[in-house]
């Protein structure tokens, strides 16, 4: 079992920044590939990053490239969403989630709880 903790979300202006934390523990954590989800109500959860579990890869959403940038610290069991130039769009509640490398929901196995992120004009 893998459990995941986010943190880090609030309330900022467009334009601004925030860095999303989520914290990792259990069985093997570390070697998972981690990423991180969004969603606002009634739409369906959107991939936003992925990294491997050794942070020598990641990728984006395009709606993420060039202004989200996802790392991890394995000895710290944490991984980071550091959010930059922040759009109204981007508001959402923000997953964390372990599995394998993709963009699909379905390929993983374990979330977080999710932590409010909201983007005002």
């Known amino acids: 079992q893998v459990q995941l903790v986010e943190s880090g979300g609030g309330s900022v202006q467009a334009g601004g920044s925030l860095r999303l934390s989520c914290a990792t523990s259990?069985?093997?954590?570390?070697?998972?590939?981690m990423a991180w989800f969004r969603q606002v109500p009634g739409k369906e959860r959107e991939f936003v990053g992925a990294?491997?579990?050794?942070?020598?890869?990641?990728y984006y959403a395009d709606s993420a490239k060039g202004r989200f940038t996802i790392s991890r610290d394995n000895a710290k069991n944490t991984m980071y969403l550091q959010m930059n130039s922040l759009k109204p769009e981007d508001t959402a509640v923000y997953y964390c989630?372990?599995?394998?490398?993709?963009?699909?929901?379905?390929?993983?196995?374990?979330w977080g709880q999710g932590t409010q992120v909201t983007v005002s004009s």
């Open positions: 259990g069985r093997a954590a570390s070697s998972y590939t």
């Open positions: 990294i491997t579990w050794n942070g020598g890869s990641t």
């Open positions: 989630a372990a599995g394998a490398y993709s963009s699909s929901v379905n390929m993983y196995s374990y």
